[in-house]
């Protein structure tokens, strides 16, 4: 994982654990780090993919201030986890989200979750070129990340608590991972958790016509002055009909791509 991106989860995890807000020590946490799909690399990293923060992680244990305090963890302990390969073969960080798609000898079945299924359409949708085999391995072309990289280890977002501690770490973060990844199109099913930073971040405006899903769309303007990155924020997918959410922003991506031709 490149430098800048470890070094960003340092600081977000550093800041929590030296936050001294004793209330982090009743709930273990547990730290994100993005995951890049092997076949994404290959097709110029056609779609970086950022929710909210992680909805549990089954298979760690998790942890709390207390413990690097203690001295049972370090920040290096923790880091190690968070970017340690949880691919089930040939090294691909994302395999595991089409491994468990209709899995039931899983925990985690990801055709149950609403937002993987709506990833699965967008990707799709999208016609990725030179995408071969993309109906059995779609998530190998993504890029998955979130906003905030601190949350609990079992289920359920950060609360506000948690939110505002890593808030400012995290957007630097991403920041990174933007420069690092340098992704075609970015996708924030997000819906309004940080739609002032990510208007600081990128070149966002409300979409110009009717959707129900959109929030907002622009660019992100990498600082090698030559890369761009389509962007497009939505609500988030639960309770929505799916088919007419994939379908928008397709339909908005294929617009942006129309407007800043020539990328």
């Known amino acids: 994982m490149d430098k800048r991106i470890v070094d960003g989860l340092r600081e977000v995890l550093r800041g929590v654990v030296d936050s001294n807000e004793k209330r982090l ?6 730290l ?16 970086m993919v950022v929710g909210r923060a992680v909805n549990g992680s089954g298979d760690r244990v998790g942890w709390t201030p207390e413990d690097f305090a203690s001295g049972k963890l ?4 923790e880091l190690k986890a968070a970017t340690e390969n949880r691919a089930t073969n040939s090294g691909d960080r994302l395999n595991w989200v089409t ?16 937002f993987w299924r709506t990833i699965r359409g967008i990707t799709l949708g999208l016609n990725i070129p030179n995408a071969e085999n993309i109906e ?13 990289k601190v949350s609990p280890v079992r289920r359920g977002n950060p609360d506000k608590n948690i939110r505002d501690i890593q808030r400012e770490s995290c957007m630097k973060l991403l920041r990174s991972e933007l420069e690092v990844y340098k992704p075609k199109r970015a996708l924030f ?23 129900s899903v959109i929030e907002r769309c622009g660019r992100y303007y990498h600082t090698d ?27 908005e991506f294929k617009r942006l791509e129309g407007t800043f031709p020539g990328k």
């Open 25 to 30: 020590n009743s709930k273990p946490l547990t």
């Open 74 to 77: 370090t920040l290096d302990d």
């Open 189 to 211: 099913v997000t819906g309004n958790w940080c739609l002032e930073q990510l208007e600081s971040l990128c070149i966002l405006s409300r979409p110009d016509r009717g959707t």
């Open 136 to 148: 059995k391995c779609w998530s190998s072309y993504l890029i998955w990340s979130n906003l905030y």
């Open 32 to 47: 994100f780090a993005p995951q890049q799909g092997t076949k994404s690399r290959n097709c110029g990293n056609p779609l």
């Open 225 to 251: 002055g030559a890369s761009t990155t389509d962007v497009v924020v939505t609500i988030r997918p639960e309770g929505q009909k799916e088919k007419n959410f994939v379908a928008q922003v397709i339909s």
């Open 99 to 114: 491994y468990n798609w209709r899995n039931r000898d899983v925990d985690y079945n990801t055709a149950k979750s609403p």
